[in-house]
């Protein structure tokens, strides 16, 4: 099953090298916009959503578009949503061959509530389950960002616990989250040693990292001055590599690229490579709405208003117009793992250069 499911993910990336594919693979999905941070880089929090969709409007539509191999849910805070376990209930029941799961935390909820859900997700047997834990700093830094005492705390007691689950699951991945920002410039290693001390385990394979970017339709922070200096995110970034132990696999190899490619963007200002949105991804938000990502805001249509059917927009012209200005290079210029993982996997060709 497990190799099944692998196979189809790599058919469906492979094939996006050499034609364009008649529906999408990966999905990105804001199932709420609740959160309890209070980020200076993020407005998120302030949002007070009310019109989400219902867990019978996302089993219709996971019935609807049983295709997708690769299903990345986030927020706002996901596990705010009291139905996610039902509503990843709902695409692996549906999309027979999903074989990765993403989402992240901000690991502030009930840690006993959280766990138990996960648990319930991991044991319905998809292949790979990857949590991101949010981590912006060191503890004093990290709480001053997210705008909770005790967060930097409650990241290492989510971990610890996460480590331990791991014991028992298999299937079960995490790593750190380091939104780089003018808030946490220069402080990426020193928060890889803090997290060290913490716990003796970790290492530097153990951080993910992303620019902090804008965007009014997802962050509403398009008024925020977060930018960090380039040169100094530049050096950052290619410490972590550095660190970075050589490992075996896809994920690896395609992180390594990810980072390489980091470093172009950051110093250039100018995405690295065409993305693929709208040709193997795309965004969807919690009121139904289809974005090609969440840094476009560009919305496309609305599942409410075909009936849940995401192919009658996926088809449409105002798609086929979305293909056609990544074609012609005027989408905005960003670089996130959103969408880049998917980006490097359809063009290993230009990905390598």
């Known amino acids: 099953m497990k190799s099944g499911k692998l196979l189809g993910l790599g058919f469906d990336a492979v094939k996006s090298n050499f034609t364009e594919l008649d529906r999408p693979y990966k999905m990105t999905f804001a199932i709420t916009y609740k959160c309890q941070s209070r980020c200076l880089t993020c407005n998120i929090w302030q949002r007070k959503p009310v019109g989400e969709l219902t867990i019978d409007e996302i089993r219709e539509f996971a019935k609807k578009n049983g295709y997708f191999k690769w299903l990345e849910i986030t927020g706002g805070e996901p596990f705010l949503d009291s139905d996610i376990v039902e509503i990843v209930k709902a ?22 509530m959280l766990a138990g ?25 990290h709480d001053k960002i997210r ?43 020193e928060t890889i040693n803090d997290v060290i001390k913490e716990l003796p385990w970790a290492t530097a394979n153990n951080f993910h990292v992303n620019v902090g970017q804008l ?24 410490m972590l590599i550095k660190k970075r132990r050589t490992e075996i696999g896809m994920i690896p190899i395609i992180e390594g690229i ?19 949105s709208m040709d193997v991804s795309l965004f969807l938000d919690s009121y139904g709405n289809v974005f090609p990502s969440i840094m476009w805001d560009r919305k496309i249509g609305n599942i409410r208003e075909t009936d849940y059917d995401l192919g009658r927009i996926w088809l449409s ?11 012609d290079g005027k989408e905005p210029d960003s670089w996130t793992a959103c969408e880049a993982y998917q980006t490097i996997v359809g063009d290993i060709k230009e990905a390598v250069i």
Request: proline share 3%.
């Open 147 to 189: 705008g909770i005492p005790g967060n930097f705390d409650r990241v290492m007691a989510m971990a610890r616990r996460l480590k331990e689950l791991q014991k028992e699951y298999k299937n079960l991945f995490f790593v750190f989250g380091y939104t780089m920002s003018r808030l946490n410039q220069g402080h990426l290693e």
């Open 317 to 327: 012209p105002a798609a086929d117009e979305i293909r056609k200005s990544i074609k």
């Open 215 to 238: 965007s009014g339709m997802y962050y509403g922070n398009e008024d925020m001055q977060i930018a960090a200096d380039r040169e100094i995110v530049a050096e950052e970034v290619k």
């Open 258 to 276: 990810f980072l390489r490619k980091l470093v172009e963007y950051v110093t250039t200002g100018k995405s690295p490579m065409k993305s693929r």
């Open 91 to 112: 695409f692996v029941e549906n999309s027979k061959k999903l074989f990765i799961l993403t989402m992240p935390t901000n690991s502030l909820c009930n840690q006993e």
């Open 117 to 141: 859900k996960l648990k319930q997700i991991l044991d319905m047997g998809i292949p790979k389950v990857s949590i991101t834990l949010s981590l912006d700093g060191n503890r004093e830094l």
